[in-house]
């Protein structure tokens, strides 16, 4: 009998080698190699291969997106459900990804779709217990607490369901792999299998996925592409705001977001945002400042506070929540070589408001204002909303998509908007608000404390 050929694969990056390492060449985790057996290719009769077509021969296929019920998530995935379309949904632990799958499949069922809830990590009774507490109680919703795929296939062949979610792919397993549950094998057959069941018979497929602790999705590197939708949960526990995103999208933009508010209920949409992101804003307060980040073709009004004060120690400290620290760092830097201001033994704290991340450039300016309103004591006007990206020589660059961000400051009540000068010439000014265009972060500041 021929020996059994073995190879070691690593737990958290897919990696393979041929003896058993302490740590991964490829991404650096101890202990994460575990033996599993080398499958051989089958020896059967080729299949004949299919013939091809001229894109322009190819009858086009208008498939209808189908509503979720919720009009967030239906932003993220591009406008609804495709149906055939396999999507990963990834977060944090306890950030509110169960929640938000079980009230997205009763919000179908009560639209007359079937709709096949797979939980591997809770009962039936347990699901029961939460689904009464969201008001997720259908009878189009079909719970099934299994983490046996073949089981699973069975079931949507018995419901025929428009819908399936997988919660999790980490949970799953087929007998005819030899690894444990969660294994690289494991995740990447299960999820091959899942994606040819769902372009079959044209079944949109939700799965949820587990996160290491860097915040990327367990599993090989190859799970992310086999996918049609890769979604990010977003959000701090502390904190009841989560926001949905998506990193890939086939069948729409990766730009846009949704916001979700956690309450016992579940979770609710958040239709304007910019609204309770403002709420505790406080007035005449130093080191806040207000800018109108764009998310998609959403504008959204988020307050930046820094505190900038003396440092304890020889070595100043430099701690951005919501923000890059790498740009706090640049800002920093441009605000000491081109305006003087002498930061090498200030400690320096930014924190965007309610949670949110921003990483849009056009942030910069009111980053810089907040910085200079700590480091001078000196309040920003409460009506004053910044917009603008610094470059390295401290000129403020123009933006994208102005008009929008001015008609939501106008929304809020915001009365004058510091933008930069590019941004002003052809700009069709909404009613209630002033504009005032600089150059430079010079001339912001002088707008913004001297105005």
């Given at each position: 009998?021929?020996k059994?050929?073995m190879?070691y694969?690593?737990?958290q ?5 041929a003896?058993w ?5 490829a991404c650096g985790?101890?202990?994460s190699?575990v033996?599993e057996p ?10 004949s ?5 001229a894109?322009t021969?190819?009858?086009?296929s208008e ?11 239906d ?6 459900l495709?149906?055939g379309?396999?999507i990963?949904v990834?977060?944090?632990p306890?950030i509110?990804?169960?929640?938000l799958?079980?009230?997205?499949s ?5 639209g007359?779709?079937?709709v ?7 009962s039936a009774g347990q699901?029961h ?7 997720a109680?259908e009878?189009s919703?079909?719970?099934?607490p299994?983490i046996d795929l073949?089981?699973?296939?069975a ?5 025929d369901?428009w819908?399936?979610i997988v919660d999790?792919?980490q949970t799953?397993?087929i007998?005819?792999v030899?690894s444990?549950p969660g294994?690289?094998?494991q995740?990447r057959?299960c999820?091959?299998?899942l994606?040819?069941l ?5 079944l949109a ?10 915040g990327?999705?367990a ?5 992310e592409?086999m ?9 701090a526990r502390h904190?009841?705001y ?6 890939k999208?086939r069948?729409?933009?990766t730009?846009?977001i ?5 309450r016992?209920?579940g979770?609710?949409?958040v239709?304007?945002?910019s609204?309770?992101f403002?709420?505790e804003?406080?007035?005449g307060?130093a080191?806040?400042a207000v800018?109108a980040?764009?998310?998609g073709?959403r504008?959204?009004?988020v307050e930046i ?9 020889g ?8 923000v890059d620290?790498?740009r706090?760092?640049l800002?920093l830097?441009v ?12 400690d ?9 991340r921003l990483?849009e450039?056009a942030v910069?300016l009111?980053?810089?204002?907040s910085l200079?309103s700590?480091?001078r004591?000196?309040p ?5 909303v ?6 390295l ?5 123009a933006?994208?998509r102005v008009?929008?961000?001015l ?8 009365r ?6 590019g941004n002003v010439r052809g700009l069709r000014?909404p009613?209630?608000i ?6 430079s ?5 002088e ?5």
């Amino acid at each position: 009998m021929p020996k059994l050929k073995m190879k070691y694969v690593c737990q958290q990056c897919g990696y393979e080698a041929a003896k058993w390492l302490g740590r991964c060449p490829a991404c650096g985790e101890w202990n994460s190699l575990v033996e599993e057996p080398v499958r051989s290719a089958g020896t059967g009769k080729r299949r004949s291969g299919a013939s091809a077509l001229a894109v322009t021969d190819i009858r086009g296929s208008e498939e209808q997106r189908q509503h979720t019920g919720s009009s967030e998530f239906d932003r993220v995935l591009g406008g609804g459900l495709v149906p055939g379309s396999l999507i990963l949904v990834g977060g944090d632990p306890g950030i509110g990804k169960s929640t938000l799958l079980l009230q997205t499949s009763s919000r179908m069922a009560r639209g007359g779709r079937r709709v096949l809830y797979v939980s591997g990590e809770e009962s039936a009774g347990q699901i029961h217990m939460r689904a009464k507490r969201l008001g997720a109680l259908e009878p189009s919703l079909y719970i099934l607490p299994e983490i046996d795929l073949e089981s699973v296939e069975a079931a949507v062949e018995q419901v025929d369901p428009w819908c399936l979610i997988v919660d999790s792919i980490q949970t799953m397993h087929i007998s005819s792999v030899p690894s444990a549950p969660g294994s690289v094998a494991q995740v990447r057959e299960c999820t091959g299998r899942l994606l040819r069941l769902a372009k079959e018979k044209e079944l949109a497929t939700l799965i949820v996925g587990h996160v290491t602790k860097e915040g990327a999705i367990a599993g090989p590197r190859v799970l992310e592409h086999m996918v049609d939708v890769v979604i990010y949960f977003e959000g701090a526990r502390h904190h009841t705001y989560r926001i949905l995103r998506a990193v890939k999208n086939r069948f729409g933009s990766t730009n846009e977001i949704g916001i979700f508010e956690m309450r016992d209920s579940g979770l609710h949409e958040v239709a304007n945002p910019s609204e309770l992101f403002l709420t505790e804003r406080p007035v005449g307060v130093a080191g806040s400042a207000v800018v109108a980040s764009l998310e998609g073709s959403r504008p959204i009004l988020v307050e930046i506070q820094a505190l900038v004060a003396d440092a304890g120690y020889g070595v100043p400290r430099r701690t951005a929540s919501g923000v890059d620290v790498q740009r706090v760092a640049l800002i920093l830097a441009v605000l000491e070589k081109r305006l003087g201001f002498s930061m090498q033994t200030q400690d320096v704290y930014v924190n965007v408001a309610g949670g949110v991340r921003l990483d849009e450039p056009a942030v910069d300016l009111g980053l810089a204002v907040s910085l200079a309103s700590s480091f001078r004591d000196c309040p920003v006007p409460p009506a004053d909303v910044f917009i603008g990206e610094i470059g390295l020589t401290g000129e403020v660059r123009a933006v994208s998509r102005v008009e929008q961000r001015l008609a939501e400051a106008v929304k809020l009540g915001f009365r004058r908007c510091v933008l930069p000068r590019g941004n002003v010439r052809g700009l069709r000014v909404p009613p209630g608000i002033d504009v005032v265009g600089v150059d430079s972060v010079g001339e912001a500041f002088e707008a913004a404390f001297e105005g």
